[in-house]
């Protein structure tokens, strides 16, 4: 049986009236690349600063590399490694610089630190800007210089908040390829993103709304599991064809994606298309292969798209 890197039970925080993770229970796999999928809000870094015991919880539990967090949060430091979503880079410092002052935070010290920032150096292609201020590094230099020291200490468990933000397409494929080999060399991920070609290359996932985890598991078995039907529907005016449909009790949401309209229709109707074919007389219409978006419209009600 795999072992497991991080469970949580439960897991509840609380500002004021606001409860921003509601117990939240999880178990990841050690080696695994597990995403914690959600909008703006939904309580996403909340729940990795609880998971690394930066912050408080009001009530659950959390095992972190079969130790219970509470009361290790010092003696776990070491094995955890944490990318906040602004890089939390020094603007003022240059890359070599930033890399030596996080390797003495960890405690890296002497040869040891040396042959580690050069090995970083080389594998994040930053050797030939050791001098270069972080400040003044494009949006992907600065992910990758972030990514150098969230591993400086060459952790077992690696959180990574948003990574993506703030770079292009390439730099966040080229990214993920990156933490395919820490993943391969065994260090277990946790990484919040609101982009669904992101979650869907995670092992496993978390789907989180106002703080709740409305689905967890595997993105294709997610797919497949999922409560809707996704028909996809082509023809003339999809605006006032979309409004037609919301008015449908059955219709979780009616979505423009180019020239068509991409509805899913709740399982409890037993034929998608027998209940949307007399309403889309003048349409053409398919069943199709529900996506990764899908899921998370299926299951935040639509509240997020549409
Ligand atoms: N220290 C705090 N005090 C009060 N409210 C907070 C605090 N930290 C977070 N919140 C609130 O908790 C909720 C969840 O915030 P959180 O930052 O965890 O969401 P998120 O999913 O990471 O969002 P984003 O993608 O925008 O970073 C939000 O409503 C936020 O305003």
Redesign the pocket.
Same mark, same amino acid.
């Given at each position: 049986m795999s072992k497991i890197a991080l469970q949580a039970d439960k897991l509840t925080?609380r500002?004021?009236k606001?409860t921003?993770?509601n117990e939240l229970s999880l178990s990841i796999e050690c080696g695994a690349i597990y995403g914690?999928l959600?909008?703006?809000?939904?309580?996403? =870094?909340?729940?990795?600063?609880l998971l690394t015991g930066l912050?408080l919880a009001d009530a659950g539990e959390v095992t972190v590399l079969g130790q219970p967090l509470a009361g290790h949060e010092e003696a776990l430091k070491s094995r955890i490694g944490y990318m906040t979503?602004k890089f939390s880079l020094y603007e003022n410092l240059t890359v070599l610089e930033n890399l030596r002052f996080v390797a003495a935070i960890y405690n890296v010290k002497g040869a040891a630190a040396t042959q580690r920032i050069d090995e970083l150096l080389q594998l994040y292609g930053l050797a030939e800007r050791t001098q270069q201020l972080a400040g003044t590094m494009s949006g992907g230099q600065r992910q990758r210089l972030a990514l150098a020291c969230a591993t400086i200490h060459q952790p077992e468990l690696l959180f990574l908040?948003?990574p993506t =933000?703030a770079v292009d397409p390439e730099n966040r494929r080229d990214f993920w390829e990156r933490l395919f080999d820490l993943s391969a060399a065994g260090t277990t991920i946790l990484v =919040?993103t609101?982009y669904m070609d992101e979650a869907e290359r995670c092992h496993g996932l978390a789907i989180?709304e106002h703080?709740i985890k409305r689905a967890d598991g595997a993105p294709r078995a997610l797919m497949q599991a999922m409560a809707a039907n996704v028909v996809e529907i082509s023809g003339d005016n999809l605006r006032q064809l979309k409004q037609q449909l919301a008015a449908v009790p059955e219709v979780i949401s009616a979505a423009q994606v180019g020239n068509h309209l991409r509805v899913l229709v709740s399982k409890t109707v037993a034929d998608a298309m027998e209940l949307l074919t007399p309403i889309c007389r003048d349409y053409e219409l398919a069943l199709v292969r529900p996506s990764l978006e899908d899921v998370f419209v299926s299951c935040t009600g639509g509240r997020h798209v549409g």
């Open positions: 925080k500002f004021g606001l921003a993770v914690f959600g909008p703006n809000g939904c309580g996403k =870094s909340t729940a990795i600063r912050l979503q908040d948003e =933000s =919040s609101h989180l703080g």
